[in-house]
């Protein structure tokens, strides 16, 4: 069975300061997705980088980036020129390809991130 | 992105009671649908696989007949919470699945009385 491990509960970060937030996996996959999602005091999950582990370039979505070590199953996500916008809750989650039984997410438990000005 | 309206978002009600929360693609067809549920400060917990057409496919410990899940159409999935307890009150999402991502409703405050 897969799992997701967020080792960092809370983390706190100066407004325009880099934070990164980390996240290991356990899998015997060899083709998969891995994300991080943002969910607000709304609750709204909101997707903020996929990576698709065929793929040996780290994603890039703006101030987002990820780290994305295959064999060391390590995937954290970079956030450069931090907002208070991005304070929220960050999940790290693991997806089979939707052709291999795939689709359900497996999250980690959660990195609570807050921007201080 | 896709867009997953859940609804409603807020819901109160008398323990022994039901509840029922909808989930409805807007812009795609969803085979296949995720429940989960989340307590305060913690993770996101898949309660089950709604897929069009048949039965859910339910995780361990997650009771059967009193989470009821039906997804008759492409674009329809309906969790309902039969004889709601206060252990039941949580917030439940769901989750449509498109290509490459899964695309989440805004989820349902339930709150047991």
């Known amino acids: 069975a897969q799992t997701v491990t967020q080792s960092q509960p809370e983390m706190s970060v100066q407004d325009a300061e880099t934070v990164t937030l980390s996240c290991t996996y356990d899998?015997?996959?060899?083709?998969?997705?891995l994300f991080w999602y943002k969910q607000p005091p709304s609750r709204q999950m909101i997707l903020v980088i996929r990576?698709?582990?065929?793929?040996?370039q780290n994603a890039t979505e703006n101030r987002f980036s990820v780290n994305f070590q295959k064999a060391a199953k390590s995937f954290s996500l970079k956030i450069s020129d931090s907002q208070l916008g991005d304070t929220a809750m960050y999940f790290c989650?693991?997806?089979?390809?939707?052709?291999?039984?795939?689709?359900?997410?497996?999250f980690g438990q959660g990195t609570e991130l807050s921007v201080k000005p | 992105g896709a867009v997953v309206s859940q609804h409603p978002s807020r819901v109160i009600c008398k323990s022994g009671t039901s509840v029922k929360i909808e989930c409805r693609s807007l812009?795609?067809?969803?085979?296949?649908m995720f429940w989960y549920r989340q307590f305060p400060k913690q993770s996101l917990m898949l309660m089950a696989t709604?897929?069009?057409?048949?039965?859910?496919?339910?995780e361990q410990g997650v009771e059967k007949d009193k989470f009821l899940i039906n997804h008759a159409s492409l674009t329809l999935s309906t969790l309902t919470v039969t004889s709601a307890h206060p252990e039941d009150s949580s917030f439940y999402i769901c989750?449509?699945?498109?290509?490459?991502?899964?695309?989440f409703g805004q989820g349902t405050r339930l709150t047991v009385v």
């Open positions: 812009d795609f067809q969803a085979t296949t």
């Open positions: 990576q698709e582990a065929y793929k040996q």
């Open positions: 989750s449509a699945l498109g290509a490459y991502e899964a695309f």
């Open positions: 989650a693991f997806m089979k390809p939707t052709e291999n039984q795939g689709g359900k997410l497996i």
């Open positions: 899998t015997s996959e060899n083709n998969y997705y």
């Open positions: 709604s897929n069009e057409g048949s039965k859910a496919t339910y």
